[in-house]
């Protein structure tokens, strides 16, 4: 039977069918460096299968049912080709993904270094590790899906797409389909999670576009798990060799880390930018007298990488913290106290940091003692001593973190410099409709951060309304014309304040109006209790919604002054923001099995001025879980011919509440001075934060058995390994560990 | 995501089912679908059709039948957990059913789909393979019980010819020291490795999951208790005969170590 005339298929289309399409290949928007290589990427691929997820074809049936059993008839003719998955391999260029680039090494990056860099030879002690971290899938529960429609003889068409990003998607899909912008509108509906894996545009939305456009139909595509897994972007994937330089006393002098990062085999969206995302804050919360940083981009036969829930910094942070620990370790100091006299002194004003950008606001000090003081840090050891003294199969392990983080993307003129192609503003309109109800349009485009509730919290305070007189629209780009979307927990500082000030141009036009109807001078008004009130006489008042009527009906406006009463705001941040934290963890390891328990986890955050408390718990806690499951459950794995051996989530471990404990959760705050409101961002902290918090604690629990390294995750077998390896040599029954002494080389992470 | 095209028919009675299966070569039982619609919907399984028993009530039951215990093929995971029947009598068997999955895992899963479908990754089959159970098989030409012995014959194969169905697990009466410890990722997780202890006969049964291509029996282990080993000693032998699985939820090598740490504990919790 052929193809075509299966039950129910409209059609069966290769790139070669398709080669009218596409005027272009899938975006990248972040050309990091002048020689950076960058291979085209086409919806469907024209010569080479370069990653299992690479689509060679689309058949589009009458339902999903009908599609699968035709796509399995669908026989692709190919050669195998060698593969190359290892990083270090694939930079030999042995085997090159692109020809026509030449090579596999397509981008090399380097913040530029900050201070001596003699003194990460000349320190009394240098520390030098290897850290490896596994490529992550970000797993958004709910998966990608799209639909795309329109009137094809008006050329007009519309996406409907589980994205994050739908003001970006309408720029780029106008590119790679070539139908005008002004004739695309894309919608972002319920688009469930995202983590940065909906950061992006990509190939299936650009042919459910193209084929609406071919069939004269709707074309409808949603995902399901394994094809999330393979063709959704991943995350992570990085190797780093890292150095500390330190004093026997336990000042850090300076650090520094040569990244090699995994691009997969293809640019996505951002994916050369990620590392570099990382590149500002490789000195974390600490005052160092030198820096460095530098990465290299390399093409693997693997799913293309991209952003994922942090991008960038949490791999910067759990290096800077593997590395802190080792170093503790190395002079025999509580890494507790090593961390503490190495923060970086407070400030309330904007202060340029060792990397070259300006930090916000800074006091981690009095976050840091909150932490230790929830963990019970000094009964936690005191337990501690005890098991290691009892020789309890169960040890306990206490593990820090401290990090700063970039939020508040960003300040354009740095986008610019960064040689990012797009702007960092965000934009807000606020319409008042005559008897109260005011209705938002924000350029944000959240997805299960609750702007509808903060943004509302925003406008009710600034005009003296209540939250459910709100109404915030978003995620369609016919209704809200401008934005730059949601990531890089940049919402709250760029969106959220470009609200704030279309709140204050609201009131400006209002309060010319209730000078005129109250008549009197605009300076003998006041804003008080929710009112333009008359300075002496309270009495004598408007009220927003008392002037967005007036202002509809416009019966009798001042002179000059045009009906409706809105205002609209586009933003760009002068600084990014920096939040900074401590976050404290306890796990318990069968020293027997390698299980790792976690006892207890403290997080202590700094966002700077907090809008809506639950939210900021919901995003610590959801970005920690993801931490712990990235510190102990999750790793993408690939089998030499490049198959991804964790393609469902039976495979890829994603931890149940059952293993997620009981956050112990506070605050300090530290005001922004990047933005009005005083915002900093929380939605990537949890994540940034909590991988090298259970990592270290579970170094610590079986260093005293000589343990020094430890991979990602640390799942049962790899403890269980590691304590093999350290305690070679001891007499052990049935392969177990009774009677294991500590190996002779206890503390000594040279 | 989305299985092949299959033929359904829903079974009223065993009879039915057995002259249905019998019709097509290519026809499989549908129980609780926990196991057989998953390796549908990736298409590794693709029977013709499906024979739904699910709705089949008098195969759901749990009763002390004399000096045994009787459990209806169809008894949901649940409802095996929270028979008092079995919580009193054999306990070992109520505690594993508890430990399956999740709580939907549990609700739809029975006990009969877990021996047919002979995983030696399940929970429960290596706790009946501990307890010499006895399964009762129907099939055209009558009924016939084999021992759990002989049950498991290889990967995902049993006795069962394709036309029989199960309908009843018979298990001893189990009251004495007994031990059930499971190792897994995640609480919903199969066992990395699983390892049961009944105290029987004055000696001990040791049933293991996931430690070969069928459920296993810790022959060594039983040899070196009955033996008058301690504990750690016997469980040294926890290995023997076994052939682990190597993949990503661990090494073989790994394997045969945690099987001794968990078989030393299982005959610590289990033996007086
Ligand atoms: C998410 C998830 C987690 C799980 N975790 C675990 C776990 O931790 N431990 C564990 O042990 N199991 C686990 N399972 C499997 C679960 O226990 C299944 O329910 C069980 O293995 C099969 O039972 P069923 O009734 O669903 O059988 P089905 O899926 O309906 O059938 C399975 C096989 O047995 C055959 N069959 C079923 N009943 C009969 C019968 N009466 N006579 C003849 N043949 C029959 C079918 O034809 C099929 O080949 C899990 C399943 C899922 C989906």
């Known amino acids: ?750 | 995501m989305i299985p092949a095209p299959f033929d359904y028919a829903r079974a009223g009675s065993v009879e039915e089912a057995i002259s249905l299966l019998g019709s097509d070569p290519d026809a499989k039982v549908l129980a609780g679908g926990h196991s057989l619609l998953p390796a549908m919907r990736l298409r590794i399984a693709r029977p013709s059709m499906l024979v739904d028993i699910g709705r089949i009530a008098d195969l759901s039951y749990v009763r002390e039948d004399g000096d045994r215990i009787a459990i209806g093929a169809l008894t949901r995971h649940h409802d095996v957990a929270n028979a008092e029947v079995l919580q009193q009598l054999c306990p070992i068997v109520a505690h594993a059913a508890g430990q399956i999955g999740d709580p939907q895992v549990r609700h739809m899963g029975t006990i009969g789909g877990s021996v047919a479908h002979g995983d030696p990754a399940g929970d429960l089959p290596s706790v009946l393979l501990a307890l010499d159970a006895g399964f009762v098989a129907q099939g055209p030409t009558g009924t016939r019980t084999v021992a759990a012995t002989g049950f498991f014959t290889s990967l995902f194969e049993t006795a069962l010819a394709p036309d029989e169905v199960l309908t009843e697990i018979r298990v001893p009466k189990a009251t004495a020291g007994w031990s059930f410890m499971k190792f897994q990722r995640r609480a919903q997780d199969w066992a990395v490795v699983g390892v049961s202890a009944v105290r029987a006969n004055g000696g001990v049964h040791v049933g293991l999951t996931n430690m070969g291509l069928t459920p296993l029996r810790a022959v060594g282990v039983e040899e070196a208790v009955g033996g008058g080993a301690d504990p750690a000693s016997a469980a040294a032998r926890a290995d023997e005969g076994t052939a682990p699985p190597d993949d990503a939820f661990g090494s073989a090598e790994y394997r045969r170590q945690l099987v001794k740490v968990l078989v030393r504990r299982a005959l610590e919790e289990a033996l007086p």
């Open chain 1, 1 to 750: 039977m052929s193809r075509k005339q299966m039950p129910g298929v409209i059609g069966v289309f290769t790139a070669a069918d398709l080669d009218d399409a596409f005027p272009a290949g899938l975006p990248m928007v972040w050309p990091i460096t002048e020689d950076i290589k960058i291979p085209t990427h086409w919806p469907l691929t024209k010569d080479v299968i370069r990653f299992a997820g690479d689509a060679v074809a689309v058949v589009v049936a009458g339902s999903r049912a009908q599609a699968e059993d035709a796509a399995e008839e669908v026989a692709v003719r190919a050669t195998e080709l060698p593969v190359v998955l290892d990083l270090e391999e694939a930079a030999k260029d042995q085997v090159v993904l692109h020809e026509d680039l030449g090579t596999n090494v397509v981008v090399h990056w380097s913040h530029g270094g900050g201070g001596d860099q003699a003194i990460f030879e000349s320190a009394p002690v240098v520390v030098q590790e290897r850290h490896l971290q596994p490529r992550l899938i970000p797993n958004a529960i709910e998966g990608r899906g799209c639909l795309a429609y329109g009137i094809p003889a008006a050329g007009e068409f519309t996406l409907v797409s589980s994205t994050q990003i739908p003001h970006i998607t309408r720029v780029g899909l106008s590119i790679t389909t070539g139908i005008p912008q002004t004739k695309l509108r894309i919608i972002a509906p319920d688009v469930g999670g995202g983590f940065g894996s909906k950061l992006n545009i990509y190939a299936e939305e650009a042919l459910a576009l193209a084929l609406a456009r071919q069939l004269g139909r709707p074309v409808k595509w949603i995902e399901d798990r394994q094809e999330n897994y393979l063709a959704t972007t991943h995350g992570r994937g990085v190797i780093h060799d890292c150095t500390l330089a330190g004093t026997e006393d336990g000042k850090i002098l300076g650090l520094k880390f040569v990244e090699l990062a995994d691009m997969g085999a293809y640019f996505q969206l951002l994916t050369p930018g990620i590392p570099e995302l990382g590149g500002w804050v490789y000195m974390g919360p600490y005052d160092v007298d030198a820096y460095w940083y530098e990465f290299t981009g390399i093409m693997t036969n693997a799913t293309p990488t991209d952003a994922y829930r942090g991008a960038g910094r949490p791999e910067a942070t759990y290096v800077i913290e593997r590395l802190v620990d080792a170093f503790a370790r190395r002079i025999g100091k509580d890494p507790a106290q090593v961390r503490r006299m190495n923060l970086h002194p407070p400030h309330v004003d904007a202060q340029t940091s060792i990397m070259g950008l300006n930090v916000d606001s800074a006091n981690y000090e009095p976050t840091f003692d909150r932490a230790l003081e929830l963990a019970e840090y000094d009964q936690m050891r005191k337990e501690q001593a005890a098991r290691r003294e009892s020789g309890d199969v169960r040890q306990i392990g206490i593990g820090l973190s401290s990090y700063i983080e970039m939020c508040g993307l960003a300040p354009s003129e740095i986008l610019g410099a960064l040689r990012y192609v797009a702007g960092g503003w965000d934009a807000a309109e606020i319409e008042c409709r005559p008897f109260g109800k005011v209705v938002v349009r924000t350029g944000t485009s959240p997805h299960g951060q609750g702007h509808d509730t903060s943004w509302s919290q925003i406008v009710a305070d600034g005009l003296g309304i209540t939250p459910d007189d709100v109404e915030v629209l978003h995620g369609d780009t016919a209704v809200s014309r401008l934005g730059m979307d949601t990531y890089g927990s940049r919402s709250a500082a760029v969106g959220g304040e470009a609200l704030r000030q279309a709140v204050e141009k609201v009131k400006e036009k209002a309060r010319i109006i209730a000078a005129h109807e109250l008549e009197v001078s605009e300076d003998d008004l006041e804003w008080a209790d929710g009112a333009f009130r008359v300075r002496g006489a309270p009495d004598k008042a408007r009220t927003i919604p008392d002037l967005a009527t007036s202002a509809w009906q416009a019966h009798s406006l001042p002179q000059g002054v045009e009906p409706v009463l809105e205002g609209t705001a586009v933003y760009d941040p002068p600084n990014f923001t920096w939040p900074a934290g401590t976050h404290v963890c306890v796990v318990e390891v069968d020293t027997e099995t390698g299980k790792t328990d976690v006892l207890r986890y403290v997080a202590v955050d700094d966002c700077g001025v907090v809008i809506n408390p639950m939210i900021v718990e919901g995003q610590v806690q959801g970005g920690v879980a993801q931490g712990i499951a990235e510190a102990l459950y999750e790793e993408a794995v690939y089998d030499g011919s490049g198959n991804l051996m964790t393609s469902s989530m039976t495979q890829y471990l994603i931890p149940s509440a059952m293993e997620i404990p009981d956050m112990i959760l506070d605050r300090t705050e530290t005001p922004s001075t990047t933005n009005a409101l005083g915002v900093k961002g929380i939605a990537e902290a949890g994540t940034i934060a909590s991988p090298p918090a259970v990592i270290n604690a579970v170094v610590d629990a079986v260093s005293h058995l000589g343990v020094t390294e430890m991979g990602k995750p640390a799942s049962p077998e790899r403890v269980w390994r590691a304590i093999q390896e350290a305690t070679k040599g001891s007499p052990g029954v049935s392969g177990g560990l009774d009677g294991a002494t500590p190996a002779q080389q206890e503390g000594g992470a040279s």
